[in-house]
Nanobody, 129 residues
Framework: DVQLQASGGGVVQAGGSLRLSCVTS????????VAWFRQAPGKEREGVAC????????SNVDSVEGRFTISSDKPQRTVSLQMNSLKPEDTAVYLC??????????????????????WGKGTLVTVSS
């Protein structure tokens, strides 16, 4: 069975940091892109960052540029999201997904389309002002 288990959420003050982890199993990590998404209360889900399993090429959205860093650990099949300089508007449920890599679809488009093959449950991040 395919599993994506997100963890690491919590409550932090503005300006603080959190590190989220997405542990995956059940699919060939090298053939997939793993992505982080978030959904704030009352808002639509949005893509945050994604990374290719085979070579670590990644992309992230402009709103987190310079603050969030996505990385992967292939042996551990884990994708992490280091979040620094957190803002109250970063408050959301963060969830990870995986999709088989298609070279015809850019990573930026993948974050926009959100067409994942598999989804995990989310972890709540709350940033207080």
């Amino acid at each position: 069975d395919v599993q994506l288990q997100a963890s690491g959420g919590g409550v932090v003050q503005a300006g603080g940091s959190l590190r989220l982890s997405c542990v995956t199993s059940g699919f060939n990590f090298d053939d997939y892109v793993v992505a982080w998404f978030r959904q704030a209360p009352g808002k639509e889900r949005e893509g945050v960052a994604c990374i290719r399993g085979n070579d670590g090429i990644y992309s992230n959205v402009d709103s987190v540029e310079g603050r969030f860093t996505i990385s992967s650990d292939k042996p551990q099949r884990t994708v992490s999201l280091q979040m620094n300089s957190l803002k109250p508007e970063d408050t959301a449920v963060y969830l990870c997904g995986a999709v088989r890599w298609n070279p015809a679809v850019s990573l930026n488009m993948l974050l926009l389309l959100q067409g994942m093959d598999y989804w995990g449950k989310g972890t709540l991040v709350t940033v207080s002002s």
